[in-house]
């Protein structure tokens, strides 16, 4: 790639790409936060967690109808859940999540829970806490007490 320096006072040549070169895309560089990487400082615009994602979102989170978040319809996450002693291999892949609503579904697999059923898959409904859901839920004769063991 051949690129031109500018003269003073003008803004510098594009770049030409060599045949079979390709385009340079826009990245979002990483942003170094006051007070080192173990600061708890965030600046408004991006948040903690923006800032903090290696790698960083797209950049383009701002279009209507892009993932900003890792909790999206077809978002897969695997995993071990471990019991008693003993850890399965779990996958959960999203099906349906509505933000708005604050519902979510999707399928679980687990290996190795039983010896009759080497994988098992099943299907869940869940809420997601927000105002619409709060953590205590008030359902299914649930208090504090229990609603924190589940947890």
């Given amino acids: 790639r051949a690129e031109r320096a500018a003269s003073p006072g003008r803004a510098p040549a594009p770049a030409t ?57 077809g978002a897969k996450f695997r995993g071990q859940q471990r019991s008693k002693g003993n850890a399965y291999e779990v996958e959960v892949v999203m099906q349906h999540v509505d933000m708005e609503n604050s519902y979510l579904c999707g399928y679980l697999k687990i290996k190795g829970l039983t010896e009759e059923y080497p994988t098992l898959t099943t299907f869940f409904e869940g809420e997601i806490i927000s105002k619409k859901h709060p953590f205590l839920t008030r359902k299914w004769d649930a208090d504090e007490d229990v609603d924190r063991k589940h947890w």
């Fill in 17 to 73: 790409l060599a045949p079979g070169d390709p385009p340079e895309m826009p990245v979002r560089s990483e942003r170094r936060r006051a007070g080192g990487a173990g600061s708890s400082a965030s600046s408004p615009a991006t948040g903690a967690a923006a800032s903090s994602l290696v790698p960083p979102p797209p950049i383009n989170t701002a279009q209507p109808g892009v993932a900003t978040s890792l909790l999206y319809s």
